[in-house]
């Protein structure tokens, strides 16, 4: 991807003058009619598919690819899972019975978690999220109210209410295909979860070790966002994702030069390659330098791309 001459720039400027200079080039392109696309043609090159990155504070993007198509979105289910989990209002330190599926899981569920046993709601949403753990979402929403086709209607619910109109969910856990988001949705799902100061805790654990009862034992989690334990990158929100269908996903919030921003980064090749995504927007931000993708990366992200054309 070029650069613009703009682009170019705004190298040297500090990254709030860049961000000004970007909302400044959003007004011009919306005022001849030309959508938000048009302002983010010259960005960072990514491996991501489809990618949205905005401020954690305010509602105009700054950078946006093949932004607003739904696609699965894997284990990011696991943030609405966590909303409403805190929405629902039920206590967090109330134990609950490990159950069994009630049919085989569409994709691999493997778990280390023993049906029967009991963990607190809190510690079973802190699993799901800090480990991605499918059997946690399982459980969490198994003892909802209403059940957990009551829980997924929530699900549904709470993505109307958040505007999300590329959204659907099928399932708690996001081991389902059919659990399907956009990268701009997956934006308001992260500003809503942001709100909660115990998911944005439990996302940001570096590791974990949670105790059962009946019967009695302890397993041991580590964060699947390996930059959640780095000073450097000040992430106070993260999930990652991956399935076949979906690719390597990730959506967090990070600190980048005193400002949060939210990236959201979907069906990337490899399991650096949404990581290695994130280091070229937080470059592309700072300095204006659009960076590089490896080349079985780039023909994965022009493959995938060309559906969506």
Not at 7 to 27: C, D, K, S, T
Not at 51 to 64: F, K, N, T
Not at 135 to 147: F, K, N, T, W, Y
Request: charged residues 20%.
């Amino acid at each position: 991807m070029t650069q613009s001459p703009e682009n170019n720039a705004m190298a040297g400027h500090p990254w709030h003058a860049r961000w000004a200079y970007f909302l400044a080039g959003l007004v011009v392109a919306l005022s001849w009619g030309t959508g938000i696309a048009a302002a983010a043609d010259d960005g960072p090159n990514l491996a991501s598919v489809h990618a949205a990155v905005a401020p954690l504070e305010g509602s105009q993007p700054i950078y946006r690819k093949n932004a607003d198509v739904g696609v699965p979105i894997a284990s990011v289910t696991k943030l609405m899972t966590a909303l409403v989990v805190m929405e629902s209002k039920q206590p967090l330190d109330e134990w609950l019975t490990v159950v069994e599926r009630q049919k085989e899981p569409p994709n691999n569920a493997y778990t280390r978690i023993r049906v029967g046993s009991r963990l607190q709601r809190g510690e079973l949403l802190r699993l799901a999220l800090i480990a991605s753990e499918n059997m946690a979402a399982h459980v969490l929403a198994s003892h909802h109210p209403r059940g957990r086709e009551g829980f997924v209607a929530a699900m549904n619910r709470t993505a109307k209410r958040l505007g999300m109109t590329q959204s659907e969910f099928v399932d708690p856990s996001g081991i389902s295909s059919n659990n399907r988001a956009s990268a701009s949705d997956l934006v308001r799902l992260v500003r809503a979860a942001h709100e909660h100061e115990r998911i944005r805790g439990y996302t940001t654990d570096s590791y974990h070790r949670a105790h059962f009862r009946s019967p009695r034992y302890a397993l041991a989690y580590g964060n699947t966002n390996p930059l959640v334990g780095r000073s450097s990158w000040g992430i106070s929100l993260s999930k990652t994702g991956y399935l076949d269908e979906a690719g390597r996903c990730l959506a967090m919030v990070t600190r980048i030069e005193g400002q949060q921003v939210i990236m959201v980064l979907l069906d990337s090749f490899g399991t650096r390659s949404p990581l290695g995504d994130a280091g070229r927007i937080k470059r592309w931000l700072r300095r204006g330098d659009p960076g590089r993708v490896a080349a079985t990366a780039r023909q994965y992200e022009q493959r995938r791309s060309a559906g969506h054309e």
